[in-house]
């Protein structure tokens, strides 16, 4: 909000923070037990969940161990979550940047553990991120790609699995908790139902996972091989640029040196016009909306309207 810190915050903000610091004496009637592992093992499985949203994004792991009585016990191990950046960026990227923190957690919980994971299973409720994550990287967007490749690296690609939000326990990561509720969230404690049952019994959708022509992030390029304004993103990678103004100028020599290949009779020379700028920054402003809103743009494109819902509108 640009506060200061001693400047008072506004109201509601001020009533939210009270009624939280208030409810915080529940959390002394919390226990967890310190056994997670079922009387005589012989088997223990990972499960690990992510998710996000505008506030926040995280993961939480869960082992399940099965005995030879058949006996199923699932408890939560661990958790972790962070702050969305102030930054605004789209729900697929802090999904993405979920599953990276659900890979590197579940790493270092197999580092730590005394016993023996037989196998790793990641849940993810984004059909997007499981698209991705099927994806040729050299196609997709710098963003995605680095850290696609950094799940790759993590974990196998193969355990990724979708699950229904209603059933992701990350979403109470997510989302978050009053501390007066959280004792009664039986999904956040021994994680969903399906975990305590035979895996025969499991009853997960299939979701149709967006192949790569469906995929937001995708580098465009031309037939011809001369960058047009859908693949000005990927020529000159913005995730590389810290500052707005240099990722500004770039761009617009970029679109110089088009200009001049063709029309090489009217070369454009010196520093760059005002125009020239401009030109830049409206650039920027369409790729920015095309990555952040591709459905709504294209039906901006086709002359339909959007919903009256879209976060385009906000």
Not at 146 to 173: A, F, H, K, M
Request: net charge positive.
């Amino acid at each position: 909000m640009g506060l200061d810190w001693d400047e008072p915050v506004p109201k509601d903000i001020e009533r939210s923070w009270e009624e939280f610091s208030n409810s915080l004496p529940h959390l002394l009637n919390v226990s967890v037990p310190r056994r997670v592992l079922c009387e005589n093992y012989n088997y223990v499985e990972l499960h690990s969940f992510s998710d996000a949203s505008l506030r926040a994004f995280g993961a939480c792991i869960y082992l399940r161990s099965i005995n030879n009585a058949g006996i199923i016990n699932v408890q939560l191990l661990c958790s972790k979550s962070k702050v969305s950046p102030i930054k605004p960026t789209t729900i697929p990227r802090l999904e993405l940047c979920a599953a990276l923190l659900a890979a590197k957690l579940s790493k270092a919980v197999v580092a730590s553990l005394r016993c023996t994971v037989a196998r790793q299973v990641h849940w993810c409720d984004s059909t997007v991120v499981l698209g991705w994550l099927r994806a040729d990287c050299h196609k997709l967007k710098t963003f995605v790609a680095n850290r696609v490749i950094e799940i790759s690296e993590l974990s196998d690609i193969s355990s990724w699995q979708y699950v229904p939000t209603s059933l992701n326990s990350g979403d109470l990561v997510s989302r978050g908790v009053a501390p007066k509720d959280i004792i009664s969230k039986k999904t956040w404690w021994n994680g969903p139902l399906f975990l305590s049952k035979p895996e025969s019994e499991w009853c997960i959708p299939s979701p149709d996972v967006p192949n790569e022509v469906n995929l937001p992030e995708i580098k465009l390029i031309s037939s011809a091989g001369v960058v047009n304004e859908a693949t000005e993103v990927s020529i000159i990678e913005i995730e590389k640029y810290s500052k707005f103004s240099r990722v500004h100028r770039v761009l617009g020599y970029v679109k110089r040196f088009i200009f001049n290949l063709r029309n090489k009779t009217n070369k454009r020379l010196g520093v760059l016009s005002l125009d020239e700028l401009n030109d830049a920054f409206h650039s920027l402003c369409m790729i920015s909306q095309k990555e952040s809103f591709p459905k709504e743009y294209k039906l901006l494109e086709m002359g339909k309207s959007i919903s009256n819902k879209s976060s385009i509108l906000l």
